[in-house]
């Protein structure tokens, strides 16, 4: 049985308490942190993973430590933390996974980003599927979020095995960096949906204080 384990106090609204560490059977969750710069900016770079996630592509590290610190400051605005996703048998950051958008109390939007060199692996799933329970469990949201491009076809297939809703499409619903607008896929998944579709799973969670 996959234990999942909570390391550290949950996050409650703006309450100043640390970040949990998430773990997963494969994976570590943590609050990003700026020496993962260098990991990140290796994928961040990419043409083909910023712009199917709606950002513009790092031009140097600079961009990157940038976006890191922004990341990090969110919290004194009363968001959420963004999260590194951790490799554990490497030991290295494939990518992010975060609960944006956050109502307290309401909803969130969830998103995440993995390193190409780690797709069709199952990791994005893998860190999904952990916080996502976060949200719901710890955080006592009614609902979470995902919208994808129409045309990100990895993406919806993540949506689908999370078990959101799909509840439809939303016309010129995305205005990307470059000033051009695309349709996007609106997923989401509520609390009641959530017991339901999750009470069977047999994973085990704990928390540390």
């Known amino acids: 049985m996959k234990q999942v384990l909570f390391i550290g106090k949950i996050i409650k609204g703006n309450e100043n308490m640390t970040t949990p560490v998430i773990e997963?059977?494969?994976?570590?969750?943590?609050?990003?942190?700026?020496?993962?710069?260098?990991?990140m900016f290796e994928y961040a770079q990419l043409q083909n993973v910023g712009p199917v996630a709606g950002w513009e592509p790092h031009r140097s590290v600079t961009d990157t430590k940038s976006v890191i610190q922004m990341f990090r400051d969110k919290k004194k605005y009363g968001q959420l933390p963004t999260f590194a996703?951790?490799?554990?048998?490497?030991?290295?950051?494939?990518?992010?996974?975060e609960l944006h958008t956050y109502v307290r109390?309401?909803?969130?939007?969830?998103?995440?980003?993995?390193n190409p060199n780690y797709w069709g692996k199952g990791y994005?799933?893998?860190?999904?599927?952990?916080?996502?329970?976060?949200?719901f469990n710890y955080l006592g949201l009614k609902r979470i979020e995902c919208s994808t491009f129409v045309t990100n076809n990895q993406s919806k297939r993540i949506c689908e095995k999370l078990k959101l809703t799909y509840e439809g499409i939303r016309k010129n619903g995305y205005m990307l960096y470059d000033g051009s607008i695309h349709d996007v896929y609106a997923y989401a998944l509520t609390d009641e949906e959530f017991q339901t579709i999750y009470s069977n799973d047999r994973d085990y969670w704990d928390i540390f204080e």
Do not use: C, Q
């Open 24 to 39: 997963t059977s494969r994976l570590f969750l943590r609050e990003i942190r700026p020496t993962d710069y260098i990991d």
């Open 85 to 97: 996703i951790i490799h554990k048998a490497e030991n290295r950051m494939i990518g992010t996974v």
């Open 124 to 135: 994005a799933y893998e860190a999904a599927k952990a916080i996502i329970r976060w949200g």
């Open 105 to 114: 109390g309401y909803k969130a939007e969830l998103g995440y980003t993995v």
